[in-house]
């Protein structure tokens, strides 16, 4: 099934789309050529560090009676990810680190299990992986952050607080769960960006557009300084919002929150990283400052080395100037 352009009614016809295509990956080649040619696609847009969701549970012990089991413990999932971003970061010049990924949906236990396995791997440094990005020699952090991905509804964020405790902070990475996407239940959408601040130690939010419902939680974002990742054409192809028009993010960066733009499962949903911000500039008119503004923000609040989040802020201010 071609998923390019497709409009999902909810987020489990989606979902349904996304295990069958995870399914399909069945060797251990299959999945480093995703790997690879996700930092080819992004390094082709641009980009000069990427940070991608990686679940090791999907292709090891959730594969536990399949023939296609490709690990036989997250452990292996993970040194094999690690191994073969290092690898597609030496082919394509840019950073490729991973956000540790749990899914929502399976057992609380399961979450507990990646949270502890992710914080013996980041504190012995065992995550550490060689650059190969271009004016950055050195080693730099292969799992930058903890996250929460999956099906909200159901699944609110104070489920996961101790594997966060466990998994992020005390591992000193960052947490970057989903929250506000989807409601985990009826209205509750902003309070789910709310808990996910408050119980989860959220420095960023991944999507978190549902906020725009709570003005008191549009003065929290900004006192607590966090930043939200957004994906507005998967916000559309997810029917999070019927158009393009009617997304929140001019509203969003109006009051004053920090944003960033990402691309969301472009192997699914079509749109690279470029597509987005193309549709920002097309659909809401930003200008150069906001687009400037936008991509800093992916630096500032990012899990790069300092020696990156400089380089790529100076050439944002490059690109600015020479607009002018």
Known sequence: MDTRGMQFQNFQAFNDVYRAASDSIRTKKDLARVILEVAEDAANDGALWIEAAFDTDRYSILRENSPYRLFETPREGWEFALMTAEEASKATGIGIAFISAIDRTKPIEHAMRRAQLTAEIVTTEQHRIQSGMTGFS?????IVGLGLHGNEEGYPPEIFREAFQVGAKDAGILSIPHAGEIAPSPGEGAKSVSDAIELLGAA??????????DPALIDKLKIKNICL???????IQLS?????????????????VACDIGSDDPLLFGPSLLDEYELCRAEFGFSDEIMATLARNSFFYSGAPPEIKETGLSKIDEWLESEK
């Open 138 to 142: 050195g080693q730099y952090n292969g």
């Open 204 to 213: 960023r939010i991944q999507h978190g557009v549902l906020a725009a419902e």
């Open 229 to 235: 990742d957004i994906c507005p054409s998967s916000n």
């Open 240 to 256: 999070i919002f019927p158009t393009i028009k009617m997304h929140p993010l001019p509203e969003l960066i109006k009051a004053g």
